[in-house]
């Protein structure tokens, strides 16, 4: 978000070639410039369509056709606004750059630390220097609008230095902690099969009871993963998106530390997966309701199966957010499908690692959406 209002900065030729030099990626609206260099690998649309438009007025491309942008996706914008341009500094946004200036003063732009920006009272709500948590609850009937207004920074939650490192997981580390735990239950689930000794509905009934065979595994693996696809998905829209009451201190905080801080900072890499710790909650709290509604292997298999499904939707919503997919693959769809529900539709599109729930359910983003507006 923007800082208070003042007179704007002015921007000249010689500034706007030093900036090049340095490989920002810059953009102009009408006299505006933007430094987009913090965002080209984040740009739904992919970095080289971004890049291509570097020194160019992207006005017409904000208002489309194609795609028109979102007030969320402008307001986004806004966050990388350097400046007004001098009169006849465009020119210099499109010069060609001498090959050995560029090469002596070249460099990856280091983005710039958004806490360092000035915080607009009145415009953001909270103090971003301060712990966010315990001052979300204070908003009232303005959370709602403020918490899906996204915004390039980092978000602290907790005074406490620990508290606030559990909440925070690098994507490598789900993969670390949980992989192991996949591959030996997947073992231990095939071995116990092997003996045999697995009926179904045999506490029903021992006459018309089921043997369940070792090969049968991989059905019952693949069961687990189809079931966890609809668990994300009730999960995504009615926890993480249910809508706290504004008299409730207590559940828009809940609401916030679950799900709220992820839609207020979409980009924060340290908070875009499960964290350990929590997740083993969770995770056992569902193995014991298995447990009592299947025999122990297939509870177990079933689970096992949900757990690698798990494993690869928190792989694959780091992906859509930091990842770069190929154009007209299944992903680049997805990554596009996921950034509209951020942006613009937060009511829809609840799907991460498919869209196949969002039909039945009719949440599905409407496809002609996808050309009329980002």
Known sequence: SSGPSGPPRRLGPAEVR???ARGACLVRCRRRLYDLSGFVRLHPGGEQLLRQRAGTDVSAALDG?????????????????????????????????????????????ARVDPRCKPVDEEKDLV?????LLWQVGYLGEKYDEWVHQP??????????????????TAWYVVFMVWTPVVLYLSWVSYTSLAQGNTRLFSSFTTE?????HKYYFP??????????SLLEYLIHRFVFHMKPPASNYYLITLHFLLHGQHHKSPFDSSRLVFPPVPASLVIGFFYGVLRLLLPEVLGLSVFVG???????YDMMHYYLHYGSPKEGTYLYGLKAYHVKHHFEHQKSGFGISTRFWDRPFRTLIPEETFEKED
């Open 18 to 20: 030093a900036r090049r």
């Open 65 to 109: 056709p194609p795609h028109r942008h979102s007030r969320n996706a402008r307001r986004w914008l806004e966050q990388y606004y350097l400046g007004e341009l001098e009169p006849g500094a465009e020119q210099s946004l499109l010069e060609p750059m001498d090959e050995k200036v560029v090469g002596d003063t070249a460099q990856t732009p």
């Open 219 to 228: 059905f019952i693996f693949l069961l687990g993963m189809f079931l966890w």
């Open 127 to 131: 103090d971003w220097k301060k712990p």
């Open 306 to 312: 949900g757990l690698c499904g798990y494993v690869i």
């Open 151 to 168: 915004v390039d920074r980092p978000i602290r939650l907790f005074h406490s230095d620990i508290l606030e490192s559990l909440s925070k």
């Open 208 to 212: 018309y009871s089921i043997p369940v």
